[in-house]
Nanobody
């Protein structure tokens, strides 16, 4: 089992950058496929990035491709989401999740509590 804690969300102006962190405790994070999801007000939770534990596969949603980058620091048991060129439509609660490698929320047994990202225009 693994526990996840996100951090790094805040208010930022359009065009700015943020780095979100997802720190894992319990079982080592490198054992898990994982994903970053986000949920905007009134919308369903959507997958934006998925990363296999081997690193061989990384998926980016079209909405974030070229702007967001996922990377892991296994020594720190942490995964990061670097977000550049932020847009107001990126405003959402961002969640990291572990144990799955699909777009289906139900395929991920482990979730963080979420961190709010707000992008002002």
């Amino acid at each position: 089992q693994v526990q996840l804690v996100e951090s790094g969300g805040r208010l930022v102006q359009a065009g700015g950058s943020l780095r979100l962190s997802c720190a894992a405790s319990g079982r080592t994070f490198s054992s898990y496929d994982m994903g970053w999801f986000r949920q905007a007000p009134g919308k369903e939770r959507e997958l934006i990035v998925a990363n296999s534990r081997s690193g061989a596969m990384t998926y980016y949603a079209d909405s974030v491709k070229g702007r967001f980058t996922i990377y892991r620091d296994n020594a720190k048991n942490t995964v990061y989401l670097q977000m550049n060129s932020l847009k107001p439509e990126d405003t959402a609660v961002y969640y990291c999740a572990a144990g799955g490698l699909s777009s289906r929320v139900g395929d991920y047994p482990y979730w963080g509590q979420g961190t709010q990202v707000t992008v002002s225009s």
